[in-house]
């Protein structure tokens, strides 16, 4: 027979196994465990306390170092990103003023709907990428 409680102040599970039994699994979601349990795990093996701070200082340090490689990653990544940005507003500013030198030209040659039609297309590709915003 084996039945579950639950613990709600420690957010422990608690499986018994037998209920003759006084044996008990506790599963925790932290990550030492509770002080009841580490007095009986320091009568039964001296420096059992020592081991569990080490151990949660290890991991704690470690938890920090993949934190921080995390967020150097998503800062290069952020860092890029801006370049990409950037060259591409360099390259549009390229072909508006393209696009403008050209209607500008056709202009004085007398070809204005020609001009027109020239200077409209990145002009409503501009419309469009502030409308997007």
Request: glycine share 4%.
């Amino acid at each position: 027979m084996s039945s579950e409680l639950i613990d709600k102040d420690n957010q422990e599970e608690i499986h018994e196994i037998n209920a003759e039994s006084k044996y008990e699994m506790r599963y925790t979601e932290s990550d030492l465990p509770s002080p009841e349990y580490i007095e009986v795990y320091e009568k039964h093996h001296q420096g059992a306390v020592k081991i569990f701070l080490d151990k949660f200082s290890e991991e704690q340090t470690h938890r920090h170092e993949m934190d921080k490689s995390s967020i150097m990653l998503e800062k290069k990544e952020l860092d890029f990103s801006f370049i990409g940005n950037a060259v591409g507003q360099v390259f549009s500013l390229a072909i508006c003023l393209g696009a403008i030198a050209a209607c500008c030209y056709l202009a004085v040659r007398g070809h204005t709907y020609v001009a027109i039609s020239i200077v409209s297309i990145p002009f409503a590709g501009i419309i469009r990428a502030i409308m997007k915003k």
